[in-house]
Each structure stands twice: as C-alpha cells, then as structure tokens.
C-alpha cells in the first residue's frame, strides 16, 4: 500500500515538474525574441522644468523651453521669446509614447548611417530641478510604401543601441525657433464680442458695434455676411512672420475689441513703415511682434468693405 501511494505520488510530482519546465520555457523563448527595451522614456510631465533642443535644421544652435511661473519660455541665442504653451507638453508626452519596434543597430559604427549621431540627428534633453531626466538623438526616418508606416530611429545618448520606433519625430522636434514660438495674433471667442473701434490716420476711423442682434456703424446696418466673414477670418489668427525688434514711434492703427465674458479686451496695434510693411502688436502676446502686410489688410479693413451701400 506505501509503495502504490508513493508512486502515485512520484508520477504527480513528476508531471508537475514538466509542467513547470515548460512555463519556463516559454518564458525564457519570449524573453529571447525581445531582448531590447520595453521604454526609452519615462518622465513623470509635471517634473519637467526645462527642455533642451539642438535641431539638426538649425546646424548646433541649442533651443532651450525654460518654465518660468508655470509659462513656457523660449531662449535662443540670447533672446527670450513666449513659447507655444502646448508644444512642451506634446513634445513630453510623445517621447514617454516611444515604444522600441526594433533594434536596427548596436554599433557606434552603424550610428551614422540612422543619422543618431550629434552633428547628424535632432538632441532632446529634458531636466527637472536641474536633474537629467532624459538625453536622445533623433535620427532619420524611413516611410514603408507596403505597409504605409513612418519609422523614425532614435538612441539613448547612454546607450549604443540604435531603435526604430513609430511616428514621425522629426516633425515635432526638428524645428526653427519660430514655430516653437506662440503665433498668436488674436484667439477670442467671437459670439462674445459686442464692440470693435478701429483707429486710423486721418478722419478713416469708425466703431462697429452690436444692438440686439445687428451690426451698425454710425447707426448705419453693417452687412451681416461681410461682418460675420471678417470675423470667422480674425478670431483665431497666428502667423509666423516674427519682427524681433520694438517697433519705435506710435502706432498708426489699432483695433480693440470688446464684449461680453472676456478676461479683457483684444488690442491690436499697427505700425505702417515706410517700406510698406506692417509691424503687428497683441496684447494676447506681450512682447512678440509680426512683420507682415497680409496681416495688417486682414485685421485693418475699412469701414466701407462692412457695408452694402
């Protein structure tokens, strides 16, 4: 009876073992096709104090996002400009997405060839309380016609490995400081808005203001396809033609617009130069300045292209 029961329990034993041989195995053949990182990136957004960027396009000139009071600022070659409040966010965030799709490289002799070298790739750093958080190199990319898919190849600064991972980096990353800049010009809810007074030179300045549902000028009815036109075309308005100097002397136009729940109003300075260009100010984005004549004739227009005479 004690050698049947010892048996039995030898052949359980026995098959249990085989079992658990066979897990493992599993186990160890997964691990042995992914044998690279799972995560390049792993930064929590909110400790991120500062962004460093040397964009291949710009040939080693650093760009550096410095937050300041919770308000993203730009520093280049010794000026400071406002920085799109979004980007540094999205910049974040897209790298905390990179997921290792391959290992295309682990030599520092194959390096050039993905262009993740420092004269060759786009160099991202991000610090938080003076700390390293991350250091990359962004190289080319390389776009797949049979499978319609972006890879873009990147390299820890610590690593020799060179990774493919999906997506188009370069978009966001390999940039000129004026699109990391903010473009905004005028952004304002427009349903809001109940007062416009334009002032010009000479006696060419007029005030559309809204009585009830209608538009007038003067007391004059303002064309309401022409107002509503010029609105939908001024009310989310970003250009990229920065001026980086103050303009000097008064400004020859202006634009305040005014209504009803609105932190303050919108004021729009021009300054028409001799040239025939135009410098645009905005009190929505201190400091910045546009150079741009399509700007102007778009925000400027006269009082007779808002009525039907």
């Not at 930064?43 to 410095?66: F, K």
């Not at 009585?211 to 250009?239: E, K, Q, R």
Request: glycine letters at 8%; charged letters at 20%; one cysteine or more.
């Amino acid at each position: 009876m004690f050698r049947k029961v010892s048996l039995k329990t030898l052949v359980l034993v026995f098959f249990a073992l085989l079992v658990v041989v066979a897990v493992v195995e599993m186990i160890d053949t997964r691990k042995g096709d992914r044998t690279f990182r799972d995560v390049l990136v792993d930064v929590p957004p909110g400790e991120v104090s500062m962004i460093q960027v040397i964009p291949r396009a710009l040939g080693g000139e650093t760009v550096t996002l410095v937050k300041e009071n919770e308000k993203w600022m730009i520093e280049s070659e010794g000026q400071k400009y406002n920085a799109n409040q979004s980007l540094p966010g999205s910049m974040i965030s897209e790298l905390n997405n990179l997921k290792p799709e391959s290992v295309v490289a682990t030599q520092k002799s194959q390096w050039g060839q993905y262009e993740v070298t420092d004269s060759l790739g786009t160099r991202v750093k991000l610090f938080g309380g003076g700390e390293l958080l991350c250091d990359l190199i962004i190289g080319k990319f390389n776009f797949n016609q049979q499978t319609r898919k972006l890879t873009s190849y990147v390299r820890l600064v610590e690593d020799k490995e060179v990774y493919g991972v999906d997506g188009f980096l370069s978009m966001t990353f390999n940039r000129d400081v004026a699109s990391l800049r903010d473009q905004t010009v005028i952004s304002s809810v427009r349903s809001n808005w109940t007062k416009l007074t334009f002032s010009y030179p000479a006696d060419s300045s007029f005030v559309l203001a809204k009585t009830g549902d209608t538009w007038h000028i003067g007391g004059v009815p303002a064309d309401s396809a022409d107002v509503a036109g010029y609105f939908s075309g001024i009310s989310n308005l970003n250009d990229n033609n920065f001026y980086n100097e103050k303009p000097t002397g008064q400004p020859t136009h202006a634009l305040v617009i005014e209504g009803n729940n609105m932190d303050m109003p919108v004021r729009i300075t021009g300054y028409s130069q001799q040239s025939g260009n135009y410098i645009i100010g905005s009190n929505l984005n201190e400091g910045s300045f546009f150079n741009s004549k399509e700007l102007a004739e778009k925000i400027f227009i006269s009082r007779d292209q808002l009525i039907s005479e």
